[in-house]
Each structure stands twice: as C-alpha cells, then as structure tokens.
C-alpha cells in the first residue's frame, strides 16, 4: 500500500505550469533553449534556472541545443556529454584522422582500447614527432629568408631611381650654391621635391616592416588590397622582368591573417616569375 501525502507550500500563488508538445527532442530541446534565452534577456539569472530530465542520454541534444544559442550551463550530478571519456575518445580518434599533426589527439588514442603499448614506445613516437617538428619549422624559417630575400631585391630596385634623383638634386643644389644662385624660393622647391622622396622610401621600409609582422589575432581585410600592396612592392622588380600585372574581379573580405596571406601570395608571385 502507497502512503498518502498532502503536497503543500507556504509560498504565494505562481504562474500556471504550461505543457508543450514537440515533435521530436530536437524540436524539444529548441524550444527549451530559446525559453532560457529569453529568460535571460528578461533579467532572470542563469543560476535560477534549471531543466529536468530522465536519463542522461537526453542530454545531448539539449547540451547542443544550449551550445548553439550561447548559453553556459551546468550539469549536476554528472558530466557534460562532450566532458565523458568514451566521447572525448571518439573526438580524438576523428580529429586525428583529418589532423595528423594533432600531436594531443594522438597520444590520448594510442593505446585506448588498450594494445599492450608501454612507456618506451611513446617516447620513441614523442622523440620522432619532435625531430619532424624541428625539421618544419627549418624549411619553414628557409622560406621565410627565402622571401624576405625576394623582398630586399625589390626594395632595392624600387630605391634605385629615387636615391639616384636624390643624389642629382644634391649634386645640384652644390652647383647652385657654388654660383651664387641658390634663391630662398630655389631652397624651398628643393625641400619640397626631395621631402617627397624621402617619404617614398619611408613608406617603403614601412611596408616591408609589416610585411614580415607576425598577425597575433584574425581580422577581416580586403583580398584585392592585400594583392595591391603585394605587387606595389615588387613593381620595380616585375617591371626589370618586362611583366605587367592587372588585377580583375570583383573585390571581397575575408577573416584570416593578411600578413601571412601576403607572403604567401608574395612566394607565389617570386616562384613563377622566376620559374616560368
């Protein structure tokens, strides 16, 4: 026999209990979502809110439901679905598959199921993993010597008439003076003509300096500026090659590193027109 009981509280009337039918636990777990989200929205605190549910396999799906619509949350009494062993394996085993290099990956699956593995064999595969890591950042440091190289020449080239105007000017300006001729009017124009200069080869270090600058965050830059600016520094050095350049299409912005998009646009522009 079940013993009777009288449920019963002390505080005041509430909102009615509301019922809603999904039609599957996708549509369920949505609508849980989206209620907390606007809950939230409202003032309510996240820590006055709670969903119940049977069985812990229920979840994951409400788990990526609260995922998607950015809602931090916090599962009692147990693990969150993508903090358990076997899912956290499962992960490994796949980001392995398409990133070989995932170094982390690796190790947590080498012997999961166990395969009679022991300790040796893991430092000789960690040994190995670090001699090719040195090896790639090697080729990888070659490159960038390489380019940094290709962009010295085209430096060069692109200083070559504007030092060589300089070098008239000052030549003249000696002249001028030797013959009395050198008028406050004269002394400005050449001020004027040879600042120009100057600041030319200013910009010039300017770009190659950040050329070469590592980007420390992603950011949103245009794809036809960053090739504009690449081939602004070579021109001097495509145009001693007789190449002529013409950028066409429509123009774009992506979110990524334009520094290094820029060198590597750089190398591939160096290797043809070298290799062609």
């Known amino acids: 026999m079940r013993k009777g009981k009288k449920l019963y509280t002390d505080n005041t009337r509430g909102e009615p209990i509301r019922i ?18 606007k809950l939230l929205k409202s003032g309510f605190k996240a820590s006055d809110i709670a969903v119940f549910y049977r ?5 994951r799906i409400l788990e990526d439901s609260l995922r998607r619509e950015g809602i931090n ?29 995932d170094e982390i990956s690796l190790f947590r699956i080498l012997n999961t199921p166990r395969r009679g593995l ?4 893991e430092e000789k595969i960690k040994k190995a993993l670090e001699e090719n890591t040195k090896q790639l950042e090697f080729l990888q440091q070659q490159s960038k010597l390489a380019s940094m190289g290709e962009m010295l ?18 030549q003249l300006l000696i002249d001028m003076a030797e013959d009395n001729d050198c008028s406050v009017e004269t ?22 300096a950040n050329f070469f600058k590592k980007d420390k965050e992603k950011q949103i830059f245009s794809i036809k500026k960053a090739i504009e600016n690449v081939i602004n520094i070579q021109s001097a050095q495509l145009a001693h090659h007789n190449i002529k350049t013409k950028i ?20 591939f522009l160096f290797f043809n027109y070298f290799t062609c």
């Open 248 to 267: 066409e299409g429509e123009d774009f912005e992506i979110d990524g590193y334009p520094n290094e998009f820029k060198q590597v646009f750089n190398f």
């Open 20 to 37: 809603f039918e999904a039609e599957d636990d996708i549509e369920e777990a949505r609508f849980i979502s989206l209620t907390i989200k």
């Open 55 to 59: 069985t812990n396999v229920q979840s």
């Open 187 to 208: 002394m400005e124009q050449f001020v004027e003509r040879n600042m120009k200069t100057l600041l030319f080869l200013s910009h010039t270090i300017d770009d190659f």
């Open 73 to 101: 949350y916090q599962i009692i009494g147990g693990l969150k679905f993508f903090e358990r062993k076997e899912i956290k394996d499962i992960i490994a085993y796949l980001r392995f598959s398409i990133f070989e290099e």
């Open 118 to 121: 022991g300790t040796t064999i």
């Open 153 to 170: 020449g085209a430096i060069a080239h692109q200083w070559r008439q504007p030092l060589n105007a300089l070098g008239l000017n000052i």
